[in-house]
């Protein structure tokens, strides 16, 4: 009983220590620069944070992306008050070439 006790330990704590790796739900944060450089640079995972492939003006502010939220009217193109991901590539690639 003591060996089967012991390998079960052993599997739960390596399986716990390999969950945060394996987690398919988690989401890397966002870095919070503000910039455009910085904005084109976070993916639209990473601001869609409830995964409704639309990001809120909420969801931009949460994430910093300043210029996405000061720019929304010029990015929301469809006006539906959220911005889609061809809505955020297009935003996020003409600005690069600013």
Not at 69 to 92: I, L, P
Request: proline share 2%; glycine share 10%.
């Amino acid at each position: 009983m003591k060996h089967g006790l012991a390998i079960m330990v052993a599997v739960v704590t390596l399986g716990a220590a390999g969950c945060a790796e394996m987690n398919p739900f988690q989401r890397d944060e966002p870095t919070a620069t503000g910039s455009a450089a910085g904005e084109s640079k976070q993916s639209f995972g990473q601001v869609d944070r409830d995964g409704d492939n639309n990001i809120s003006k909420s969801e931009a502010e949460e994430a910093g992306m300043n210029e996405l939220v000061q720019n929304w009217d010029q990015a929301d193109k469809d006006r539906d008050n959220v911005v889609d991901e061809s809505e955020f590539s297009a935003f996020t690639e003409g600005k690069k070439g600013m």
